[in-house]
């Protein structure tokens, strides 16, 4: 869905499952730290308000989005989380490297979310501009930080349900 039609904030409380005991990583691209920040505090905020202690949310810091892979590959190895939201934002510039580090992080969260049993959640702002960056960091559309713990949590009681 386009988020310019969707504010990423939005979400109906009752909708989603209490993240009471569950454990969640956040791996969060240094690189545009000023969104990447504000998407890291919206995860946690929305993570907190939904019953998740702040004792059972680990974050690690990476140098960009492409190392969102290695990072969320480790967490997902150690056995020690329930889910891992990846947070980074590229924007684009004068030169093809936005789209081969767009794609190669795709494909490698991906790859991780075939491969192993612990979800990874995609929160890679792909932006074309600063502003676009700023309206999904919790500006004018919201915040998909937000929406990444949603979904993280969602998609534990997605896995418990399927193994009870």
């Keep these: 869905m386009a988020s310019n039609l969707h504010n990423l904030s939005d979400y109906d409380p009752k909708s989603v499952p209490s993240a009471e005991g569950m454990r969640f990583a956040i791996v969060v691209s240094?690189?545009?730290s000023k969104i990447t920040g504000a998407l890291m505090q919206g995860a946690i905020d929305?993570?907190?308000?939904?019953?998740a202690c702040e004792d059972d949310?680990?974050?690690?810091?990476?140098?960009?989005?492409?190392?969102?892979?290695?990072?969320?590959a480790q967490f997902v190895k150690s056995g020690a989380v329930d889910a891992v939201i990846a947070i980074g934002c590229v924007?684009?510039?004068?030169?093809?490297?936005f789209d081969?580090?767009?794609?190669?992080?795709?494909?490698?969260?991906?790859?991780?979310?075939?491969?192993?049993?612990?979800?990874?959640?995609?929160?890679?702002?792909?932006?074309?501009?600063?502003?676009?960056?700023?309206g999904r960091c919790g500006g004018v559309l919201g915040n998909k930080g937000d929406e990444c713990a949603v979904t993280a949590i969602k998609m534990v009681d997605y896995q418990r349900s399927l193994l009870s």
Excluded at 57 to 72: C, D, N, R, T
Excluded at 91 to 97: V, W
Excluded at 103 to 117: E, H, P, V, W
């Design 30 to 32: 240094e690189w545009n």
């Design 46 to 51: 929305t993570l907190v308000a939904n019953g």
């Design 57 to 72: 949310i680990q974050v690690k810091m990476v140098p960009g989005s492409f190392e969102l892979i290695y990072g969320a």
């Design 91 to 97: 924007i684009r510039g004068d030169t093809p490297h």
């Design 100 to 134: 081969y580090i767009c794609q190669g992080t795709t494909q490698g969260l991906a790859t991780l979310n075939i491969q192993y049993d612990v979800p990874v959640i995609y929160g890679l702002l792909t932006c074309n501009n600063m502003e676009q960056a700023e």
